[in-house]
């Protein structure tokens, strides 16, 4: 019996050793490869500068073009939105910003609807953001605010890599390992979205909240930290229902700048609530004349 139990005591070290190891090894290879996912492009702005720094939802991340701003205004941009991202998403990636000391002239966020949803986040942020769950208070609290078996991602090696291995498993760490390239930070964040619906209509919601604590926070820690932040919205198609949510929006956002109507051809949309690759040209163009030129214009 001492020795059935004595091999299973050794067995279960073994296992662990290795996941500790196996822990070790992917988390090093993330976090020192090219930048595959968007958050490793985001890290990779570590005590840089950039200079304007746009972050929201996919509206963000297919409709803003770093690459345009540069060519007219000779500054950087990185283009830091992502797949359905909530306002948690977006608080955590502007505390993120400060912890990782990025420097910037001014930061862009985009809010439409997303005001309305106090719950949720975005599952590729969330995967994207885990091998580097232990490296700092901040991407702790969004574990355990968002994420199931917040603890056992934490603390038990391996774990997170075993619970997203279609997302972060062999394939993905072997690519990152051979520094196997992609267009995440050559596109600095921007992703293009091609082509048209057939049938271009949308509806924003009919009413809007009275408050939102998230963007209460992100307002509060703008101010603490004494960020230069500009809020706005991006364009819709034309054919959009309930469209003065966006006035209602502004009467929450001090400062808050409503381009949501500012592309009427509906042949630079890929659906009413996303900008294809041509619009998504043509409105960075519009929001680097309208807002950064003349910011630059002012100083």
């Known amino acids: 019996m001492k020795k059935f139990i004595k091999y299973c005591v050794g067995g279960f070290l073994a296992i662990l050793l290795l996941m500790l190891v196996l822990d070790i090894v992917y988390t090093k290879i993330y976090e020192t490869s090219y930048p595959r996912s968007k958050f490793q492009y985001f890290r990779s702005l570590k005590n840089k500068k950039v200079d304007y720094i746009f972050i929201g939802s996919p509206r963000v991340e297919n409709g803003i073009v770093p690459s345009i701003i540069q060519d007219k205004t000779g500054k950087t941009a990185a283009n830091l939105g992502w797949q359905a991202a909530k306002l948690g998403d977006i608080y955590t990636v502007l505390q993120l910003i400060k912890e990782y000391n990025i420097h910037y002239d001014k930061i862009l966020i985009q809010v439409d609807y997303i005001y309305n949803m106090v719950e949720g986040h975005s599952n590729i942020f969330e995967y994207e953001m885990m091998p580097f769950v232990r490296e700092n208070n901040i991407t702790r609290e969004y574990l355990n605010r968002f994420v199931e ?13 075993c619970n997203n291995d279609l997302k972060l498993g ?18 600095k964040g921007y992703v293009a979205l091609h082509g048209n619906s057939l049938k271009l209509e949308g509806a ?15 307002q509060s820690f703008i101010k603490q930290n004494k960020m230069e932040v500009f ?3 991006a364009p819709f198609c034309k054919n959009n229902q309930n469209t003065e949510f966006t006035t209602e929006l502004a009467k929450k956002i001090p400062g ?7 592309i009427a051809d509906d042949r630079m949309f890929q659906n009413c609530n996303h900008l294809n690759d041509n619009g998504a040209k043509r409105f960075t163009e519009i929001i680097t004349e309208e807002v950064l030129m003349k910011n630059n214009e002012k100083h």
Not at 170 to 187: C, D, G, L, P, Y
Not at 256 to 262: N, T, Y
């Open 204 to 218: 924003l919601p009919k009413e809007i909240l009275n408050k939102n604590a998230i963007l209460d926070s992100i």
């Open 170 to 187: 062999f394939r993905e760490i072997f690519a990152n390992s051979i520094h196997k390239k992609n267009n995440v930070a050559t596109h």
């Open 256 to 262: 808050f700048r409503d381009f949501s109507g500012v």
């Open 231 to 233: 809020f706005y919205c």
């Open 149 to 161: 078996n917040s603890d056992a991602n934490y603390y038990i090696p391996f774990y997170r890599y």
